[in-house]
């Protein structure tokens, strides 16, 4: 299968010093990528920044830095895949503006950035008429199921995988994970704490289609 994944975080600029970002490690998304390609899947990783080494076998590796970089680079590349594996961190507002200049403190006490929302990437290929299957992550501190649950119907996806980021020992930045994959067609598996690479093989092995889903 020609599979694409997203991994790892957004920066958003504020200016030419500074960004916004998140705790995304992108170990989650290279995972993927490796097992895809230990079982013998053609695989574009599509990656924000991350202090990572791009798998060894990938067919095409594109480096970004904001969300509208990954949408254009999503967008580029889903010609011809057959499944999608959103696991990006994706930043979900972006400065109005850029500040050409380094915003200077000027005696200020207070300050505020006014932000405007990025575009959907998962959600923008809601439309692709089954040309491929599209999976989604869905990074949840509350009511994990149910919000995912209701990512998955909202953006259209065939499976989401559900990750709880509030812990401290599984999730963001660790090399560990716990998910629960939900399925479109109302299966629910849930994968124990593992590494990321275990974590990752079983994903690849359950979204792929000898187990049609
Ligand atoms: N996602 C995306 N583009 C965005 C935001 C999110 O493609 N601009 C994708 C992520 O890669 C993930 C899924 O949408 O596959 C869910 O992301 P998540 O951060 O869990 O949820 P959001 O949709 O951003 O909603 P919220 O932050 O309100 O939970």
Request: one cysteine or more; charged letters at 30%; glycine letters at 4%.
């Amino acid at each position: 299968m020609r599979v694409l994944i997203t991994a790892g975080p957004t920066h958003e600029p504020i200016d030419p010093v500074r960004y916004i970002a998140n705790r995304s490690s992108g170990k989650m998304g290279y995972a993927l990528a490796e097992a895809a390609i230990a079982a013998g899947h053609e695989v574009t990783l599509i990656s924000g920044p991350v202090a990572l080494q791009p798998p060894r076998g990938l067919s095409r590796f594109v480096a970004v830095a904001t969300a509208d970089e990954m949408f254009d680079a999503v967008h580029a590349n889903v010609a011809k895949i057959d499944l999608a594996i959103l696991c990006a961190a994706v930043a979900d507002f972006k400065m109005r503006s850029i500040e050409p200049r380094k915003i200077k403190k000027d005696g200020r006490s207070k300050m505020t950035l006014e932000l405007v929302a990025t575009r959907d990437i998962l959600a923008s290929l809601r439309d692709r008429a089954k040309k491929f299957l599209v999976v989604g992550f869905a990074a949840e501190t509350d009511n994990a199921i149910e919000n995912a649950r209701k990512k998955m119907r909202e953006k259209n996806c065939d499976a989401i995988v559900c990750n709880d980021v509030s812990r401290m020992d599984a999730g963001f930045a660790s090399d560990h994970n716990e998910v629960t994959i939900l399925f479109c067609d109302d299966r629910v598996i849930k994968i124990p704490r593992a590494t990321k690479s275990i974590i990752a093989a079983r994903v690849i092995d359950l979204v792929t289609p000898k187990q049609k889903i």
